[in-house]
């Protein structure tokens, strides 16, 4: 069955660096589209990065613009979100996201405080 498993989130000051990782299995990877979206306290989830299934197209949106980087690995069907200048407002549960089928990870906790 499709799996997505998140690691990486941690607690950092702000300036700081994190990178996430989702792990997957059960589908054709390499020929998937995939998204990392965030969920901050009290908030709605919000899209923050997609990849297309070779990388070369990738989409940000503009609060990480500049800061935050997604790659993907086909070879170890993996996707990556670099995140760097981390600020408090980035503070939320980061989730890996399969748009074909609608599947989400469990979720890796973020949170950027001094």
């Known amino acids: 069955q499709v799996q997505l498993v998140e690691s990486g989130g941690g607690l950092v000051q702000p300036g700081g660096s994190l990178r996430l990782s989702c792990a997957t299995s059960?589908?054709?990877?390499?020929?998937?589209?995939m998204n990392w979206f965030r969920q901050a306290p009290g908030k709605e989830r919000e899209l923050v990065a997609y990849?297309?299934?070779?990388?070369?197209?990738?989409n940000y949106a503009d609060p990480v613009k500049g800061r935050f980087t997604i790659s993907r690995d086909n070879a170890k069907n993996t996707v990556n979100l670099q995140m760097n200048s981390l600020k408090p407002e980035d503070t939320a549960v980061y989730y890996c996201y399969r748009p074909n089928g609608a599947y989400w990870g469990q979720g890796t906790q973020v949170t950027v405080t001094s």
């Open positions: 990849i297309g299934p070779s990388g070369g197209v990738k």
């Open positions: 059960g589908f054709s990877f390499s020929h998937d589209v």
